[in-house]
């Protein structure tokens, strides 16, 4: 009893750059070691669980690779931990168990795509589907501890968002000094900005995305 108190009141005591916070949750804390290969069936699928931090919409369609189904458990997971007033994550349409065409998607095809709830005011995530959300009605600061783990991962390919709700978050992430001008140009490049394609870790507008988020996540080229 005594030398395990010894032991945790040694290890709390330990330097380092989180000493009041011995279980540091501030981190995304992801396991799986590489992206999939781009299109690749999807061979190793694990599906998204329910937890306290997060609602699927469709056990049957909330199937993927490893590489996106952790980062959205450990992303809702620290929105609330940021958050803890916040709805748990509202998870639609990830790809069917084994991949393949998805009925109202063109992607979605290969695990590597995922539809996401956005946060209206007072920290609302929808609870049955998708709703939409005006401008004046996003949650701009927990949209953005949403967006902030996921880019932080450095695993986002693209996120797909309506420009309205793009330009809201984006006043506001200023008015805020939450990033700089530099910052904001690379995360979120202007309309028609070129070879958009080539980039990795950004938000882009989009139609018909005014109430959902649609994040897709990077994928390596197979050596030729
Ligand atoms: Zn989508």
């Known amino acids: 009893m005594w030398s395990a108190l010894l032991v945790t009141v040694a290890l709390a005591g330990l330097p380092g750059p989180h000493d009041d916070d011995p279980v540091d949750r501030t981190q995304l804390r992801l396991r799986t070691a590489?992206?999939?290969?781009?299109?690749?069936?999807?061979?190793?699928?694990?599906?998204v669980r329910d937890t306290p931090h997060l609602h699927r919409a469709n056990p049957g369609r909330?199937?993927?690779t490893p590489w996106l189904v952790e980062l959205i458990e450990a992303a809702a997971r620290q929105v609330r931990y940021r958050h803890p007033d916040a709805d748990p994550l509202f998870v639609g349409d990830l790809s069917h168990k084994w991949g393949g065409p998805m009925y109202g998607h063109r992607q979605h095809r290969d695990?590597?795509?995922?539809?996401?709830?956005?946060?209206?005011?007072?920290r609302r995530q929808p609870e049955h589907g998708f709703e939409r959300v005006w401008p004046s009605q996003l949650d701009e600061e927990t949209t953005w501890a949403l967006l902030d783990a996921l880019l932080s991962s450095g695993r986002?390919?693209?996120?797909?968002?309506?420009?309205?709700?793009i330009n809201r978050l984006v006043t506001w992430l200023r008015e805020t000094e939450t990033l700089s001008?530099?910052?904001?140009?690379?995360?979120?490049?202007r309309p028609g900005a070129p070879r958009l394609w080539e980039r990795s870790g950004i938000v882009r507008g989009a139609r018909n995305h005014a109430d959902h988020l649609h994040v897709q996540v990077t994928c390596t080229q197979p050596e030729s």
Do not use: M
């Open 181 to 189: 001008e530099a910052e904001i140009a690379e995360i979120f490049p």
């Open 111 to 122: 695990g590597r795509d995922a539809d996401i709830g956005l946060y209206s005011a007072d």
């Open 62 to 64: 909330s199937w993927g």
């Open 34 to 47: 590489s992206a999939p290969r781009c299109k690749a069936p999807l061979t190793h699928p694990v599906q």
């Open 156 to 165: 986002i390919k693209a996120i797909l968002l309506d420009q309205g709700l």
